[in-house]
């Protein structure tokens, strides 16, 4: 039977595609489902609109997913995970995780758009490359880096040594007053 397309179809054809399929594939699920109809003029003419609108459409996707793209491509960004001595991460970097540097960034991305073949293992700097579907892609950076040394850390703690110091100095100020009140008495 032949039949005229309504939708795009995966594997089978796209929107104005007249096809010749089974009869009973075209009765109970193509025409009851709207995905097609029999192919007569008027119906030609109708879907010709469509097919119209549809591409339209697409070319107004197409160029968002060119601006999205386009934002992310070139930029990098950092990833902080554990590693050993040699610069193998305990665990790895996958995909949710760069989603979400991104997504630190402000540009949210589905990590289904992320096309890395296997998981990130060791500390470096990494070329990936998003994809945003109808042939759009921008390709980023990622840097798989260690956490801060733990020294740099303690040097911030001295501060607060010196902020405790000076709060203990008007307590002490409180028991001499106390004290010079107590042997006035």
Do not use: C
């Not at 399929?21 to 709207?34: E, S």
């Not at 109809?37 to 609109?49: D, F, G, H, Y």
């Not at 945003?132 to 911030?156: N, S």
């Amino acid at each position: 039977m032949k039949v005229l397309l309504r939708r795009n179809i995966t594997k089978l054809g796209q929107i104005g595609d007249v096809l010749e399929v089974k009869d009973g594939y075209a009765r109970n699920y193509l025409i009851p489902q709207g995905l097609a109809m029999v192919p007569t003029r008027s119906n030609l003419k109708a879907i010709e609109a469509d097919k119209a609108a549809y591409l339209a459409e697409l070319a107004r996707l197409k160029q968002e997913l060119q601006t999205q793209a386009n934002l992310l491509a070139g930029k990098e960004f950092t990833i902080v995970a554990l590693a050993n001595d040699e610069g193998v991460l305990y665990g790895s970097v996958g995909k949710a995780q760069i989603a979400a540097a991104i997504a630190e960034q402000g540009v949210m991305i589905d990590t289904s758009n992320i096309l890395l073949d296997e998981p990130i293992h060791k500390l470096d700097k990494y070329e990936v490359t998003v994809g945003f579907g109808e042939d759009v892609t921008a390709t980023i950076g990622i840097w798989v880096v260690p956490p801060k040394d733990e020294e740099a850390e303690g040097a911030g703690d001295d501060s607060v040594a010196d902020d405790t110091s000076e709060a203990v100095e008007p307590a002490e100020a409180d028991e001499q007053a106390t004290e010079d009140d107590a042997s006035q008495q």
